[in-house]
């Protein structure tokens, strides 16, 4: 392990296009559960599977259930950034990284003072009125009662990507731009099952791609170093 930590930290000193691509692993050690570890979301027990509350149909039909999983389980707001976020925030300052693509919805990576953070599944962060389009905080929506209501009536629905949502076109394609560009690409804290997002890593031209991740995942064989770990512990040493 330590051979490849030193391998690593010898990739990131030699480049200077460096693209972080993560997801939920990258905030388990903030203390935000991620979907699919064994502690994961998807692994307790709810009234409904969460892959079901988390999407559009259910949002619709269900609101008043959807807002009490999304209250008690997506509230970022009284967590902080852990090693990883700081360390990559601080790469980006001496100019290495270029850009964070992050699945992550809970605005870690601007807390720790990264710049140039595509967020491709939004952020709990942003609300809007569906009704009359109006912008409300995350301190709004978690602090509300039941459905989070806007002065005009209509319901607040955050900014994030619901399953059968689509993702927003021009954050892909800015993603997909950093991604060609990269001579280092850091895929990390994602089981890259989610699509379209997992499939970016294709995009990625280079031949220094790293993948770090606790468990395995189904683009391990494509990658230059696996390190199957976790990010603290890989991110204390850079
Ligand atoms: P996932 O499918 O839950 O996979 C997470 C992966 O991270 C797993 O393969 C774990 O092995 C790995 N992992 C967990 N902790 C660590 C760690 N400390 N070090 C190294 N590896 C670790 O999550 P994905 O991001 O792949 O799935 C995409 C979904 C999850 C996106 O739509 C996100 O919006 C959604 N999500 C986001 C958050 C958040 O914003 N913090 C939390 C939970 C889920």
């Known amino acids: 392990m330590e ?58 039909n269900n609101t008043e259930e959807f807002y009490i999983f999304y209250k008690e389980k997506m509230n970022s707001l009284k967590y902080e950034p852990n090693i990883t976020h700081k360390k990559l925030a601080e790469l980006e300052k001496e100019g290495k990284v270029k850009a964070v693509i992050t699945q992550n919805i809970d605005g870690l ?13 939004g952020s709990v962060l942003r609300n809007y009125c569906m009704k009359c389009n109006k912008s409300y905080s995350a301190e709004y929506v978690f602090n509300s009662k039941g459905i989070p209501k806007c002065e005009c009536g209509g319901i607040i629905k955050p900014d994030v990507v619901l399953y059968e949502e689509g993702l927003d076109e021009s954050i892909i394609r800015d993603s997909i731009q950093a991604i060609k560009q990269a001579d280092l690409m850091i895929v990390a804290g994602t089981s890259l099952t989610v699509y379209p997002a997992s499939g970016l890593v294709n995009y990625y031209r280079g031949n220094k791609l790293v993948l770090i991740n606790r ?5 391990d064989n494509m990658a230059n170093l696996v390190i199957h770990d976790s990010l603290g512990k890989v991110f204390e040493k850079i």
């Open 3 to 60: 051979d490849k930590i030193l391998t690593f930290k010898q990739l990131i000193k030699e480049s200077n296009n460096i693209v972080f691509f993560g997801g939920a692993g990258v905030s388990t050690e903030s203390g935000i559960p991620d979907f699919r570890s064994k502690d994961g979301l998807y692994n307790q027990k709810y009234k409904y599977p969460p892959e079901e509350i988390l999407s559009h149909t259910f949002f619709m």
């Open 109 to 121: 990576h601007q807390k720790a003072d990264s710049k140039n953070v595509y967020e491709l599944h």
């Open 215 to 219: 468990d395995e995942t189904p683009f």
